[in-house]
């Protein structure tokens, strides 16, 4: 049987973590700055682990993770 092909994007854009978990970024710090408080963009810019409900759908794009 032939490898499983990773996707590009989603390796782009998951890490995984010691633990098995899955980081992603946070959205809302591409544009429109001015109007978040510097609180909320150093919030913004920490990583998150991914909801339980999406770690299927990422782990179906990342078959060697």
């Known amino acids: ?3 499983m092909k990773t996707k ?3 390796a ?3 890490d995984v973590t010691a ?4 980081r992603r970024r946070k959205q ?3 544009h429109i700055l001015t109007k ?7 919030r913004l810019g920490q ?9 299927k759908a990422v782990r179906r ?5």
């Open 19 to 22: 633990s098995g978990k899955f």
């Open 61 to 65: 794009m990342l078959p060697y993770a």
């Open 8 to 10: 590009r994007a989603a």
């Open 47 to 55: 990583s998150a682990i991914v909801d339980g409900s999406n770690v």
């Open 36 to 42: 978040k408080n510097a609180k909320r963009k150093m």
């Open 12 to 14: 782009k854009r998951f």
């Open 28 to 30: 809302n710090l591409r």
């Open 1 to 3: 049987m032939p490898k």
